[in-house]
């Protein structure tokens, strides 16, 4: 079975007066009131876990093997930099891009190795080889995280779960944390921003809007383009009639030029304009 790891970002919103949480890799909605029952022990504010990994742990790594690893819009722009490679090169060779029954914006999964174990593709003999780059879900780990999102007041805040698999012996050290404290330790803090954002765009797609074309027809590949496929996207605002037919401020045109998270930000708004018709400051039709 794959690990735990797999349901590291649900989505969580309100309909109406009815607030339900998502989780992303099955799409399975649950009553807020049951939030408390799902897997996991819930960390409020100020709730401790404990928890210690390091290379003399005897399950080390046990945890970058055989995974449904999600990867995030900023995960490929990390990752992809990284490794000196386009975005475009990087879902060709390391990512699996899968559209689930009921969903409307495909899922974008990392690639594991092709061996008997299906390790991590960037786990080596001394551990991973893109530590300082690694996935979100990654650095989050063992603390699973969920995004609430009240439509009353168009605000979002966290919720948090400590779910570490039970080979995971990490869990019986003496290390104590804060969800605040592991998040600033494993440098999550602006990862985690980025997937909220991220998360606030997926959620609208708990609709369909591409009507008979359907998520693979040219307006989701657009989207998906403007969402995963940073470079390809900003060859295309710049060497097309984009800006012909959208009027973008020259400080932020500078930007995007050569900033792929500016990029990524425009693009997210560009979606919500282009998929949704929502208002943006980002850029207007001429």
Known sequence: MASTISCKYNIIYKLG?????????????????????????????????????????????????????????????????????????????HADVMLRPSNFFPEVLLRMSEDKERTCPFLNESG?????????????????????????????????FFRPPDFCLGQHENKVWTTQSWSQDQEAVLYNKMTVRWSELKSLFQTDPWGSQGPEGPEGKM???????????????????FLKRYKVKSALLKKIRTDDVELMKFGFEWVKFYVWGLKTRYLKLR
Not at 38 to 67: K, M, Q, V, W
Not at 142 to 160: D, M, S
Request: aromatic fraction near 16%; charged fraction near 25%; charge should be positive.
């Open 223 to 241: 989207a998906f383009m403007a969402t995963y496929n940073i470079d390809r996207f900003r060859d295309f605002l710049f060497n097309s009639t």
């Open 17 to 93: 007066s009815k607030k339900w949480i998502g989780f992303k890799f099955y799409m399975k909605y649950v009553d807020i009131e049951n939030l408390d029952t799902l897997p996991g022990r819930r960390l409020g504010e100020g709730d401790t876990f404990s928890f210690h990994c390091y290379p003399g742990i005897a399950c080390f790594n046990r945890c970058c093997r055989n995974l449904n690893l999600f990867l995030y819009p900023y995960d490929v722009i990390r990752l992809k930099n990284r490794l000196e490679i386009s975005s475009d090169q990087f879902l060709d060779k």
């Open 128 to 160: 991973c080889s893109v530590y300082p780059d690694r996935p979100d879900t990654c650095r989050t780990f063992p603390v699973e995280q969920g995004v609430l999102y009240n439509a009353e007041t168009k605000k979002t805040e966290l919720v948090h």
